[in-house]
């Protein structure tokens, strides 16, 4: 198979600890762009907080590349910021969700187009995201503020997994008509039924008309399912969360940390024999024969 596009999560995929794409995937990725594969990131946050990102892959400002932001709630073109399509949660179901996450033991964030509002913030989760992406702590006790903004998504923060297994349970009531979905161990997210990393990679994918099976979805975390099970391959790297991988086509050996988007790249995209999968190190290809 012929591939032409990769969506790629970001955060404890694409990205190494120190929020940084390492060289390994640098490379991969440009060696890939030259044989005509687009790379795509696709994450949940906001497109205007991956510019760091985008500036690593020489895609910032650029037209022609494009990325896949609010778990699919936003696809936009580089250049300038383009949005090419939005689907935002409806003011009073962001409302109703901040009600509710309000009578939870948990931090609260609320995304629209230009911002993320934080409630409750506590300093594990002012750690986590310091350096991915600028925020505005609030205090008001309902989203009225906010009326007249799109709203992307609502997440809930809290690193019980099972505790927010027990929220997504208890909100079952009012969340039908949602996508609700986990990520980075610590958020369970809210957007409109139908708009998932899986819908935005192949919104794009048919913008650019290709095909499905000629994408490929690498991802780590129950966001990134949708668009796994998408793409014509879905690819798990190592960190991957366990209950997730047998959703998978394919388990990296590397890690977020030893270059795992570059072994995908190197496996399905490069003809090259210098590059190869080396489990201690993402600092580049190294030679198949050892």
């Known amino acids: 198979m012929s591939y032409k596009l990769i969506a790629c999560d970001l955060d404890e995929t694409l990205l ?8 390994r995937n640098r490379e991969a990725i440009a060696k890939a762009a030259q044989k005509g594969v687009r790379f795509v990131c696709a994450t949940g946050r906001g497109f205007k907080s991956i510019e760091p990102t985008l500036k690593e892959l020489n895609q910032f400002d650029k037209e022609n590349e494009f990325a896949v932001s609010f778990n699919g709630g936003a696809i936009i073109e580089s250049k300038d910021n383009r949005i090419l399509r939005f689907e935002g949660l409806d003011f009073d179901k962001a409302q109703e969700l901040y009600f509710r996450g309000l009578k939870y033991d948990v931090c609260i964030h609320v995304y629209t187009q ?14 986590y995201i310091a ?17 007249d903004q799109a709203i992307a998504k609502v997440l ?49 994918a048919d913008y650019l008309n290709i095909k499905p099976e000629e994408t490929i979805a690498i991802g780590d975390n129950f966001n990134d399912l949708a668009m796994i099970k998408a793409a014509g ?3 798990g790297v190592a960190n991957t969360i366990e209950p ?20 995908v790249i190197e496996n399905y995209i490069l003809s090259d024999p210098a590059y190869a999968y080396n489990s201690n190190s993402c600092d580049g290809p190294v030679n198949k024969s050892k």
């Open 16 to 23: 190494s600890a120190d929020r940084t794409v390492c060289k």
């Open 131 to 147: 350096g991915r992406m600028h925020f505005v702590e609030f205090d008001e006790d309902n989203l009225d503020f906010l009326r």
């Open 233 to 235: 391959l879905g690819v």
């Open 114 to 127: 230009d911002e993320v509002y934080v409630k409750r913030i506590h300093e594990s989760e002012r750690a």
């Open 156 to 204: 809930f923060v809290n690193t019980d997994y099972d505790y927010l297994k027990t929220i997504e349970k208890d909100l079952e009531e009012i969340t039908g008509n949602l996508d609700v979905s986990f990520s980075s161990n610590r958020y369970i997210e809210f957007n409109p039924k139908g708009v998932n990393k899986g819908s935005g990679l192949l919104w794009l």
């Open 244 to 263: 997730m991988k047998p959703e998978c086509d394919v388990i990296t050996k590397a890690s977020c940390e030893q270059g795992a988007v570059a072994e």
